[in-house]
Every structure is written in structure tokens, then in C-alpha cells.
């Protein structure tokens, strides 16, 4: 009686598991650190085609496609086609071109009836949409937010969340409306990631306004996401959109980007015109050590420890008791650092972290200089150039 009794506890467990995992929205395993890719949105816009992307290496996991690889009406079924004179094979041979280049396929589309550059959007499709992606082996899909008016944004991304998890093949579901409705509180379990300001532009501090709108600085977007940072986690990220680096910042400006892109745990989507990348843009986009600051398993993103006379200090918890520290300079005119870390002790709740540097020992190693760069026994003394950073990694003595 007593196996049979255990057996039948053992057959129900099976049967719960297996159901929340028929029930689950989105694929739980994905993403477990911020995914990184290309995308041709920032560079290129809807100018893209197979020859040009044919040209990219992207070096980075996902090669996203975005707005504007459709034609402008979806054929007699009702399913999307690529626009044939931008991609004359398909969209299907297209996605098992980057995947024999070692890397995974996304795609994008919009929860709305348009995309934002006018092409066919998804409302009222979302199964057919998910079911003709996962047919072409897409493993990532981006869906954007123009022309969704009167619909409830929490219930169009389950939906298509839903859409995709019965189209049964694994996608990164990146939603993308721009934080309006507050993704972060609801959109856990939803998908993987979430715009969480408007579009980015290459800019550091001020935006120019293009066609009747502004995009956000790189400093604008910044601000924003510091009273959000408890949401993020391992399988779902705030996204502050995609990197601008090699689009026309100064190389402090992209390095400062760069570095705190990845102490906010950002997905890290490169925008910029691979074929025509320069050392330095390289140097910023592949610096190893500022990417496993981004990658860390912990998944917790930094918060503003300090702020005054435009400069400020960034602490990002690392896993196994290591810390990331970023000193950025957002003023016009060079800044002389001296920070006694003694006298700034951490606290954090978000990740229980806490940190008395009079206790615990740390050496320093630049992660931009690659140098090691002494302990917090003593004050850090350093010059900072306007809109460049220093990121520190800090390890226990
Ligand atoms: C929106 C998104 C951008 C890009 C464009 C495409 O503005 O936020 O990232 O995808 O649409 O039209």
C-alpha cells in the first residue's frame, strides 16, 4: 500500500510538472544571462536585404532581422512573405544561411495591426505568425508596439507568448513596448526581456529630433533604469534597447555605453554597420572583461551608489562575492577621482550584498586598461575624461 501510495504521489508530481510545463507561457530556460546579437534596426533601418546582411558577422549569438523584411501584403492564406526583392530565396533559406554560420535567427514583428515602418503586423494572427516562424527556425522574436490602439498590452504579449510556446519551438520572446504599461511588473513569466524606455539614439547626452520625434541619450535612458533594477533577473531583462556603439559617439563615449550597458545586465544587441567596424569599435563591442561584468550567473543589475559634480559610481554585485564598480563622468570637462573606499560602505537589497571595506579586502583590476590597479586599502586617485568610465572589478584578498 505504501510504495503504491508513494508511486501515485510520484504519478501526480509527474502529471503537475508536466502540466505547468504544457501551461507555461514562454520557454523557461532561455536566457539565463542577457542575450547578445546584432540588429539591423539602428544602422540600417528597413534598407536591408539578403546581399547586405550576407555581409555581416555578427560574433555575438543572435542576428536579429527587424522591421521591414516583409512585403507589404500577406499572401492568400493569410501568412507573412518576406519581401521578395529583398530576400529573392526566402525567408527560410535566409534563416539556414545564419544558422550555418554558427548563429541563432530573430526575427521581429509588432503586436499591433502595422509594424512601425507600415508593414503587416500580427494582431488577430499570432498563432499562424508563431507557427510559419518556427517552420523557418527562428529563435528569437522581437515584437514592437505601433498601431495596438484599444488593446490591453499585458494580454497581446501572452498571447503571442503563448502563440510561440504551442508553435513548440524555443524562442527568446523580446518584448518591445517601450515600458508604457510597466512590462516590468507583469511580464515575467511572459517573455525574456523588455524595452524599458522609448528607442535609443547616437547620442551620449542630447538627442537631435528626427522626423517630429527625439530619441533618448544614452544618459536619458541611464536615468530611467535604476528604480527598476529589482525586476531584472536570470530569464528576464530589462531591456534599455540596443547599442549605438560605432554609430558616431566619441570612443569614450562608446566605451562609457558599452560598460554601463553591461553593468545594468543589459542584452547587449550591436547596431552598428559590422562590415565597416573599426579597431577601436571592435576593441569596445568584444572588450571580454566588461562582457562577463554583463554575463555574470548572478544576474543582478548595478545600482547608482553616488552621484555629485557629475560624477557617478555604479556598483554592479558579481557572483561569488565579486563586485563591479563603474566611475563615470558625465560632465564636459575632465574629473579627478579620489574615492576612499572606507568610507563608502555597501548595502544592498536587491541583493543582499553588503560590503564594509574597513572588513573585507578587495584587489582592483581595470577592466579597460587590464590593469591591476591596487586594493581598497587605499584611496583610488584617477583622472576621468568627460563622458568616459573607469569599471573596476573588484575581487576579495
Ligand atoms: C520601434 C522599435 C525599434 C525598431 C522600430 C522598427 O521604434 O522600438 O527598436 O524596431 O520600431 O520600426
Known amino acids: 500500500m505504501k510504495i503504491k501510495f508513494k508511486s501515485l504521489l510520484f504519478a501526480s508530481l509527474i502529471s503537475i510538472t508536466v502540466c505547468t510545463s504544457v501551461y507555461a507561457q514562454k520557454f523557461e530556460e532561455l536566457a539565463q544571462t542577457p542575450p547578445m546579437g546584432w540588429n539591423s534596426w539602428n544602422t540600417f533601418q528597413t534598407r536591408i536585404d539578403e546581399p547586405l546582411l550576407k555581409g555581416m558577422d555578427a560574433g555575438y549569438t543572435y542576428f536579429v532581422l527587424?522591421?521591414?523584411?516583409?512585403?507589404?501584403?500577406?499572401?492568400?492564406?493569410?501568412?507573412?512573405?518576406?519581401?521578395?526583392?529583398?530576400?529573392?530565396?526566402?525567408?527560410?533559406?535566409?534563416?539556414?544561411?545564419?544558422?550555418?554560420?554558427?548563429?541563432?535567427?530573430?526575427?521581429?514583428?509588432?503586436?499591433?495591426?502595422?509594424?512601425?515602418?507600415?508593414?503587416?503586423?500580427?494582431r488577430g494572427?499570432?498563432?499562424?505568425?508563431?507557427?510559419?516562424?518556427?517552420?523557418?527556425?527562428?529563435?528569437?522574436?522581437?515584437?514592437?508596439?505601433?498601431?495596438?490602439?484599444?488593446?490591453?498590452?499585458?494580454?497581446?504579449?501572452?498571447?503571442?507568448?503563448?502563440?510561440?510556446?504551442?508553435?513548440?519551438?524555443?524562442?527568446?520572446?523580446?518584448?518591445?513596448?517601450?515600458?508604457?504599461?510597466?512590462?516590468?511588473?507583469?511580464?515575467?513569466?511572459?517573455?525574456?526581456?523588455?524595452?524599458?524606455?522609448g528607442d535609443i539614439g547616437n547620442a551620449f547626452e542630447k538627442t537631435e529630433e528626427r522626423n517630429g520625434w527625439k530619441p533618448l541619450s544614452v544618459l536619458n535612458i541611464l536615468d530611467r533604469q535604476d528604480s527598476i533594477r529589482q525586476y531584472a533577473g536570470p530569464g528576464h531583462w530589462n531591456d534599455p534597447d540596443m547599442l549605438e556603439v560605432g554609430n558616431g559617439m566619441s570612443y569614450n563615449e562608446d566605451k562609457a555605453h558599452f560598460s554601463l550597458w553591461c553593468m545594468l545586465a543589459a542584452p547587449l544587441m550591436a547596431g552598428n554597420d559590422l562590415r565597416k567596424m573599426s579597431e577601436q569599435t571592435r576593441s569596445v563591442l568584444t572588450?571580454?572583461?566588461?562582457?562577463?561584468?554583463?554575463?555574470?550567473?548572478?544576474?543582478?543589475?548595478?545600482?547608482?551608489?553616488?552621484?555629485?559634480?557629475?560624477?557617478?559610481?555604479?556598483?554592479?554585485?558579481?557572483a561569488n562575492n565579486e563586485l563591479a564598480v563603474c566611475f563615470l563622468n558625465r560632465s564636459a570637462i575632465p574629473l579627478n577621482v579620489s574615492y576612499d573606499w572606507k568610507q563608502h560602505l555597501i548595502n544592498d537589497a536587491v541583493s543582499k550584498t553588503s560590503v564594509d571595506f574597513n572588513q573585507s579586502h578587495y584587489k582592483l583590476r581595470d577592466l579597460w586598461t587590464k590593469k591591476e590597479t591596487g586594493t581598497t586599502n587605499k584611496i583610488f586617485k584617477q583622472t576621468i575624461n568627460s563622458h568616459d568610465v573607469v569599471v573596476l572589478r573588484l575581487t576579495k584578498e
Not at 529583398?86 to 527560410?92: D, L
Not at 514583428?109 to 507600415?118: I, Q
Not at 523580446?174 to 524606455?197: F, I, N
Open 125 to 197: 494572427y499570432e498563432y499562424q505568425d508563431a507557427r510559419l516562424y518556427a517552420s523557418w527556425g527562428v529563435d528569437y522574436l522581437k515584437f514592437d508596439w505601433c498601431n495596438t490602439e484599444g488593446i490591453n498590452a499585458k494580454e497581446a504579449y501572452t498571447t503571442m507568448s503563448k502563440a510561440i510556446r504551442a508553435a513548440g519551438r524555443p524562442m527568446v520572446f523580446s518584448l518591445c513596448e517601450w515600458g508604457q504599461h510597466m512590462p516590468w511588473k507583469w511580464a515575467k513569466d511572459v517573455g525574456q526581456l523588455w524595452r524599458s524606455t
Open 287 to 318: 572588450n571580454k572583461d566588461i562582457i562577463a561584468v554583463d554575463q555574470d550567473p548572478l544576474g543582478v543589475e548595478a545600482f547608482r551608489y553616488y552621484a555629485a559634480d557629475g560624477l557617478e559610481v555604479w556598483v554592479k554585485p558579481l
Open 66 to 122: 527587424d522591421d521591414g523584411w516583409m512585403a507589404m501584403e500577406r499572401d492568400k492564406d493569410g501568412n507573412l512573405v518576406a519581401d521578395p526583392k529583398k530576400f529573392p530565396n526566402g525567408m527560410k533559406e535566409f534563416a539556414d544561411y545564419v544558422h550555418s554560420k554558427g548563429l541563432k535567427f530573430g526575427i521581429y514583428n509588432c503586436a499591433g495591426t502595422k509594424t512601425c515602418a507600415g508593414y503587416p503586423g500580427t
